[in-house]
């Protein structure tokens, strides 16, 4: 260390600074920087030499700490989404105010008509709807609905459709439970006279409304007419989240199949990570509120004691940096000391471990996301895999990390 820390000192910098996301773009990574003049960052001083280790794109899970009986809300956190640690859902208290129910046509959908719905199994139905009501021009309508299918409910309509004369009677069975079976008299000629040459003609068809429930299917993105004499299995709540209700689950899984925001229980000894900074014990009661992606640069101060892992958000007005100006100029010495510092640090910081650190979330995080023009340093933070940037102009190589999720 004491090579190195004299190399260190013994560089000398460009009078100029850098943003950040220039060095990241234009530099290969690791480099070395440090602060620019009149430039401020929490947690680093002028002195400190900053290894820049490489740009990582971070997923995490904004959740509040549950006390005195999960009523009242504890510190903000951040858990990456590939924390290691299990979690288990706990009763929710939209599942007091609106318990689970289940149903076993459309007909029962539409007769408590919720906000949305989940198909619990595969669904195929098929209608001949009729183009108008004086025309015999008819389509056949055919529909298809996978398991776990989200199913917002929009309306009611009524579709014109064909029926042959051996659906007659169940079809007037269904519209005399609804209070429109006068309507099918008129419309098939009437009376004993009107079935009579529907008869003769083979199974001619007859016109007749049909009530359906207009539903938008999120998987599709579509519209669609469901007919109120479908069968099949639907729930308010969707299969994967009724699964997840047993045993313990990742984040990730929780996130993927489970609605937010969900009340969550540590049920055993989570693994300890030395980068942690919110400790997450068993038993630690949690609400999961949310998600966001942020990019990150992440890096080391270079100290006599040891590196400190430090990260900034990659926002538009982080601070200004300056750089070697040997490195500027490909001095090799400069080059080497570079590489003898990525050495150094590699085997004091493990940048993966890091990454999957749970911290105090800042009050202020939500408002950085949204806007760019705010920014913070973190001391410590959460990467995923090694990124690199493209080294000085001329070097058309660029490698960056893309996110997992």
């Known amino acids: 260390m004491e090579k190195l820390a004299a190399g260190l000192a013994g ?4 009078m100029g600074a850098f943003p950040l996301d220039l060095i990241v773009s234009r530099c290969r990574l ?3 920087a440090c602060l620019g003049p009149g430039e401020y960052a929490e947690g680093v001083s002028e002195r400190d030499i900053l290894l820049i280790h490489s740009c990582r794109q971070w997923t995490t899970v904004t959740a509040h700490t549950l006390e005195e009986g999960h009523y ?6 951040d858990i990456p ?3 290691p640690g299990k979690f288990k859902l706990l009763e929710q208290a939209r599942d007091v105010r609106e318990p689970v129910r289940y149903f076993s046509s459309v007909e029962e959908v539409a007769s408590v008509f919720p906000d949305r719905i989940f198909v619990m199994e595969a669904i195929t139905f098929s209608v001949k709807v009729v183009s108008g009501e004086f025309s015999e021009d008819s389509e056949v309508y055919n529909f298809t609905l996978h398991a776990g299918d989200e199913l917002t409910l929009m309306g009611q309509a009524e579709i014109l459709c064909a029926k042959t004369t051996k659906e007659r009677s169940r079809f007037t069975t269904l519209l005399r439970k609804l209070g429109r079976a006068g309507a099918l008299a008129g419309v098939g000629g009437g009376g004993p006279g009107g079935a009579g040459a529907a008869s003769g003609g083979g199974a001619r068809p007859i016109k007749g409304k049909m009530p359906c429930l207009i539903c938008m299917n999120h998987r599709t993105n579509e519209s669609l007419s469901l007919p109120f004499q479908c069968q099949g299995r639907f729930s308010t709540r969707s299969p994967l989240e009724l699964q ?10 929780i996130i993927e199949r489970v609605r937010l925001p969900v009340n969550v229980l540590v049920p055993s000894r989570p693994p300890r990570n030395p980068y942690d900074l919110h400790p997450v014990r068993e038993g630690h009661c949690y609400k999961l509120v949310s998600i966001i992606s942020k990019t990150v640069v992440l890096g080391l101060a270079l100290r006599r004691e040891g590196p400190a892992p430090l990260h900034f958000l990659l926002l538009t007005d982080t601070p200004r940096f300056a750089l070697p100006q040997g490195l500027l100029a490909g001095d090799p010495r400069v080059e080497r000391l570079v590489r003898d510092s990525a050495s150094y640090c590699r085997e004091r910081f493990d940048p993966d471990e890091y990454s999957t650190a749970v ?14 023009r705010r920014a913070r340093l973190c001391l410590p933070a959460p990467p995923r895999a090694p990124a690199r940037a493209p080294g ?3 070097d058309g190589d660029q490698e960056y990390v893309s996110p997992d999720w």
Request: net charge negative; hydrophobic share 35%.
């Open 359 to 372: 911290r105090e979330a800042p009050a202020e995080l939500a408002d950085d996301c949204a806007s760019p």
């Open 244 to 253: 997840m209700q047993e045993g313990e689950h990742t984040v990730r899984a």
């Open 81 to 83: 989404l590939q924390y």
């Open 30 to 32: 690791p480099t070395l």
């Open 72 to 77: 009242v809300i504890g510190p903000k956190i």
């Open 11 to 14: 560089l000398r910098w460009s």
């Open 392 to 394: 000085p102009p001329g």
